[in-house]
């Protein structure tokens, strides 16, 4: 049987996409290598854009609603609350297991056919149609459609390599653990619903330490270029706040492994579409380049990617000149994640980190100045921001008293050099 559109992978970016196509009468069959139970290393934070661009999810998927973004330098700390009337949410915590089979059975309910413990393991284009080789349980099968999706995460590889396509090569490493907590010591000592974020070079150069809460317990990773399990291991044992925090948490298994690894992309791939063939999510190196996330991206992406197979499908053209569409439609993805990619600069690169996030924490500090960046978290942090209007004064006005705070820290020369980082930095001068 032919298909239109066959998509390889079923986390987040390829559930959303078969479903944007089945809902618009695309015939379409998603396969997923994992089963619907799988552990899946993710924080499992939801930036607000997930809801305001995909609305709401049910309860049961949701642990909890972040009101706080707690934010550590090495020795400053500012804890930013979301408006006390609740209507700017900072975001949400989920499951990845339980969202992802969430996003498959909206998908099969649209009426894409889905398909898990099924792994794509190679692909052919012809040159009327995309034939791929998948291995179902014990059985293999080949299948064929109009067009392919790879949303196949990072390690999807070995298909970019058989289309001889672009594929993600510059690799982080994330790490991450689950403690159980009841819920009463999540609220006692968190807050509730949290994003605690670590910065230290000492600890991490290229990345930082995180908790998140759920309902009962704590998600607790770190994200570096490489990472070392006994170097995390040490974190949560030793660090003066991380190791309170978890006094007492019991660690919790999953498949017979307390510490889970794995990659996230570091690039951002030149060319996201080919003859038959779209890239979405991690596959297409779509993630934010300074907080690593990445759940918004993938589904985004999985999004327009299915409006341009629409498309294609009404005029029977699936040729990478038509879906090259696609790329110029990932034109707000491409700009926030160069927005990310500036703050990646400045704090990662710059060799200023811990001086930088001090100096934020003592700024913003300011309750005044908090409550507003946090009522605009999420434009500032996508940075799509229009010259004069309300947020971008905001921005101007942080960019400013930054600027002021350093002047007082740092010699002229070394100031110079962080005054050219940091405006460039902010989309806004
Ligand atoms: C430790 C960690 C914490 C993170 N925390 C957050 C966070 O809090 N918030 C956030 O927004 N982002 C977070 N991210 C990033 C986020 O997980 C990814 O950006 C997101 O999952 C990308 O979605 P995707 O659909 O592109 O890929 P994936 O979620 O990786 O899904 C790809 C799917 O394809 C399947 N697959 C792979 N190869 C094949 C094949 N050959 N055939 C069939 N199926 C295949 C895989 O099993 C997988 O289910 C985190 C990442 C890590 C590593």
């Not at 921001?385 to 101007?396: R, Y």
Request: charged content about 25%.
């Amino acid at each position: 049987m032919k298909y239109d559109v066959i998509v390889a992978g079923g986390g987040p970016g390829g559930a959303t996409c078969a479903e944007f196509l089945a809902k618009n009468d695309v015939d379409v069959i998603l396969f997923e290598k994992g089963g619907n139970d799988r552990y899946k290393a993710c924080a499992g934070g939801l930036m607000w854009h997930n809801e305001l661009d995909f609305g709401p999810l049910p309860p049961e998927i949701i642990e909890r609603d972040v009101d706080h973004l707690l934010l550590h330098g090495p020795t400053n700390f500012v804890d930013l609350q979301s408006d006390s009337n609740n209507s700017t949410k900072i975001g949400q915590l989920t499951y990845r297991n339980r969202l992802d089979c969430y996003f498959r059975e909206q998908a099969n309910r649209s009426g894409a056919t889905v398909e898990t413990n099924s792994e794509v393991l190679s692909v052919t284009n012809h040159e009327d149609y995309v034939e791929i080789e998948v291995k179902s349980n014990s059985h293999e099968k080949r299948v064929k459609a109009d067009a392919l999706v790879i949303a196949t995460g990072v390690h999807g590889n070995k298909l970019h390599r058989k289309l001889k396509i672009d594929r993600p090569l510059e690799i982080q490493q994330a790490i991450q653990a689950e403690f159980y907590l009841p819920s009463h010591i999540v609220e006692e000592r968190f807050g509730g619903g949290v994003y605690e974020l670590f910065f230290d070079s000492k600890i991490a150069s290229h990345g930082y330490t995180w908790i998140f809460t759920k309902k009962e317990g704590v998600s607790v990773g770190m994200c570096n270029k490489t990472v070392d399990i006994s170097h995390f291991q040490d974190i949560l044992k030793y660090h003066p706040v991380i190791s309170q925090k978890l006094s007492g948490a019991k660690q919790i298994e999953f498949e017979g492994r307390h510490i889970w690894a794995a990659p996230i992309p570091d690039r951002i791939l030149e060319h996201i579409f080919g003859d038959k063939v779209l890239l979405i999510g991690d596959a297409a190196g779509f993630i934010d380049r300074f907080t690593y996330e990445g759940i918004w991206h993938a589904r985004m992406s999985g999004k327009l990617a299915a409006e341009t197979l629409v498309k294609a499908k009404k005029r029977s053209d699936y040729t990478a000149s038509f879906l090259l569409k696609y790329q110029k439609k990932c034109n707000r993805i491409f700009e926030i994640i160069k927005n990310s990619q500036k703050m990646h600069h400045l704090v990662y690169h710059s060799g200023y980190m811990n001086l930088f996030i001090d100096t934020m924490a003592k700024i913003l500090q300011d309750k005044d100045l908090s409550d507003r960046y946090t009522k605009n978290i999420q434009t500032l942090l996508e940075g799509l921001l229009e010259p004069g209007d309300e947020i971008a004064q905001l921005s101007i006005e942080f960019q400013r008293r930054l600027l002021d705070a350093l002047q007082k820290k740092l010699d002229k020369r070394t100031f110079r050099k962080i005054n050219r980082l940091v405006e460039y930095a902010y989309f806004i001068k």
